[in-house]
Structures are given as C-alpha cells and as structure tokens.
C-alpha cells in the first residue's frame, strides 16, 4: 500500500504548495488541476482559504467540471469560518440565482457582515441590490412614503420634522433590519400589514433616538 504524500502535512502548507502550481509565474510550474488536488486536501481538512479556492474553482468551472453544489458546499464552509471572500462570492450566486434559487435577503445579511462589507465589491453588490429592489417597486415605494407621513404626522409637532433617511424622496437607504421588512413585503414573504407593524417599529425607533417623547 503506498504511502499518504500528504499525511503529517499542515492544510496551510498543502495550500501554499496548491497555490504555486494554481498561479502561474516565474517561480511556479503550472499544473491546475494538481493545484486543485492539494485545495481538497486542504479544504477537507478544515482550511477557509482553500475552501473558498476550491468553491471558486468548482463554480467557475475552467479547470474541472462546474459543479454548484460542492461550490456552494464549499464557500458555506468558508463562510461559516468568517472568510470574507468566501462570503461575498456566496452572495453573489445568491443574488444572481447561480445554482441555488435568488435570495436577495441572504445575500444581503451575508454583504451585510463587517468583514464582508469591508470589500469593495461587497459594497458595490450591496448597492446594485438596493437599487434593482427600488427599481422593482416603485409604486410600493410611494406608498410607504405616503404612510410614513401619516404616522410621523401623528406624533406630537417638534418631533415630526425628521425623516428618516432611508425613506428620504428618491433615495433608497437601508440598513439590514429595514432592508429585510422591505425585500419581505416585496416579495410577499410576509403580509402588507405584518411588514408595515416592523417598519413602524423601526420609525418610531428612529424618531424616538432624534427626540425623545414627553414624559408626559
């Protein structure tokens, strides 16, 4: 029985071997799918980084076969360890329903982390769901506008000359609480008046950290 070439090795320096034969250069010998072979060591033995290398290489599927699922299965793992990357690619594939159904609400949660949110990228996919969601619905829009001024309307004179930002005319700001009562009305997740109860929870929120109420 021949001997394990990989026993008693690390999965960080499986990965940094992997890595001279995946990136091509001066001082690497090119050999893709021997790179790839010391990622799975590595991955399966529990490292993020060649995890995540792995997941990319299954959903690019340039130097072997696409396969979404091990992708998926992969950058999950990745993720679960707090890689960055790993988690920004996941919501990507989310975002754009590449192998799995969309889940922007996933995907968001995921961009959302401060890690993730970090990346350039991450911000710019972040962004660009913002703005298909406000795209989608614009009319949806105008009426929770139109009810966010009934009920800041309703509140005592000083307190109702601040708006919340992410209701602003024109403008669609949200953060991950607001996003989510947003995508699930949308998206009929939730019924209109379980979403608009949320969304009044955070608005009030909102006008209470600006000016508290009297006490009275």
């Known amino acids: ?44 033995m529990g ?3 060649a995890q995540r290398l792995l997941g990319i290489c299954l959903l690019e599927g340039q130097i072997t076969p696409q396969d979404l ?41 995921l961009l959302n982390q401060p890690q993730v949110a970090s990346l350039p990228e991450a911000r710019a996919l972040m962004l660009r769901l913002k703005e298909e969601l406000r795209s989608l619905y614009p009319r949806l829009q105008a009426a929770i506008l139109e009810e966010e001024k009934s009920l800041r309307l309703a509140l005592e004179p000083k307190r109702q000359r601040f708006v ?5 005319p024109g403008r669609l700001e949200l953060g991950l609480e607001e996003f ?11 019924t209109p008046e379980d979403a608009w109860l949320a969304l009044k929870k955070c608005l009030i929120l909102y006008y209470d950290q600006k000016i508290p109420p009297d006490p009275s």
């Not at 690390?10 to 799918?33: C, H, I, M, T, V």
């Not at 992708?71 to 960055?84: F, I, M, S, T, V």
Request: charged share 20%.
């Open 180 to 190: 989510e009562i947003w995508l699930a009305l949308n998206l009929g997740q939730v």
């Open 164 to 168: 919340p930002p992410f209701l602003a």
């Open 1 to 44: 029985m021949s001997a394990d070439p990989f026993k008693e090795v690390s999965p960080e320096e499986l990965f940094e071997a992997g890595k001279k034969f995946y990136f091509s250069g001066r001082d690497s010998a090119n050999d893709p799918l021997l790179a790839l072979s010391y990622f799975e060591k590595a991955a399966q």
């Open 47 to 49: 490292y993020a980084p």
């Open 69 to 109: 699922g091990q992708a998926h299965y992969w950058l999950e793992k990745a993720c679960q360890q707090g890689d960055p990357q790993a988690a920004y690619t996941l919501a990507k594939t989310m975002a754009q329903g590449q192998g799995t159904p969309k889940d922007w609400l996933r995907a968001y949660r």
